[in-house]
């Protein structure tokens, strides 16, 4: 099971962003991902490995962590930034996915 | 450029069925296995099923297994579910996604939507 928390965090453009994963068992890091979803569209991996960003991803955004606890961090928010962000871990079968947390303009 | 397009998404009865499909291109389809993942509203997608590229191994979430059976098409480069007995937990956003193995889902499609109401 995969915990994200907070479920809403509420912040003004060019503040800096930490989202949690707490992880209900041990992950390897090279196993936890992170996406970002935008209404109507599909999750964007941002990303993979706990710490490596994607291609074209920016590097505001940050992943960090190990074992059971896990973070995303934006360094400072861009309009584009509003949106929600789950994680994923792909060590054990079936893939999990975390429930969200959502980034709003404040 | 990657392009996974979903259809044959819609409103569907109780206990009904529905058959989704996904056109591949960009990539050698035969070479990759696929997965469909769904959505719920309001929460994080979920994975469903995923078919070797071979075909030879099929894997079902235990929400669907009875249910649904993924299939692929090599000549036309598609990926389908057929979706049967469908309930009201299974309203949801579809998604294909091409399978990386041990890396996450870098290629999604748009999404189709599926809704099981009376």
């Given at each position: 099971v995969l915990t994200q928390s907070p479920g809403t965090l509420s912040l003004s453009p060019g503040e800096r962003a930490t989202l949690s994963c707490r992880v209900s068992q041990t992950v390897t890091s090279s196993y936890l991902a992170w996406y970002q979803q935008k209404p109507g569209q599909a999750p964007r991996l941002l990303i993979?490995?706990?710490?490596n960003r994607a291609?074209?991803?920016?590097?505001?955004f940050s992943g960090g962590g190990s074992g059971t606890d896990f973070t995303l961090t934006i360094s400072r928010l861009e309009p584009e930034d509003f949106a929600v962000y789950y994680c994923q871990q792909y060590?054990?079968?079936p893939w999990t996915f975390g429930q969200g947390t959502k980034v709003e303009i404040k | 450029e990657v392009q996974l397009v979903e259809s044959g998404g819609g409103l569907v009865k109780p206990g009904g069925s529905l058959r989704l499909s996904c056109a591949a291109s960009g990539?050698?389809?035969?070479s990759y296995s696929m997965t469909w993942l769904r959505q719920a509203p309001g929460k994080g997608p979920e994975w469903v099923s995923t078919i070797s590229s071979s075909s030879r191994s099929i894997y079902y979430a235990d929400s669907v297994k009875g249910r649904f059976t993924i299939s692929r098409d090599y000549s036309k480069n598609s990926l389908h579910l057929q979706m049967n007995s469908?309930?009201?937990?299974?309203t949801a956003v579809y998604y294909c996604a091409r399978d990386e193995g041990r890396f996450p889902f870098l290629h999604w499609g748009q999404g189709t939507l599926v809704t099981v109401s009376s």
């Open positions: 993979y490995g706990a710490s291609t074209g991803i920016p590097d505001r060590v054990r079968s | 990539f050698t389809f035969s469908l309930g009201a937990e299974d």
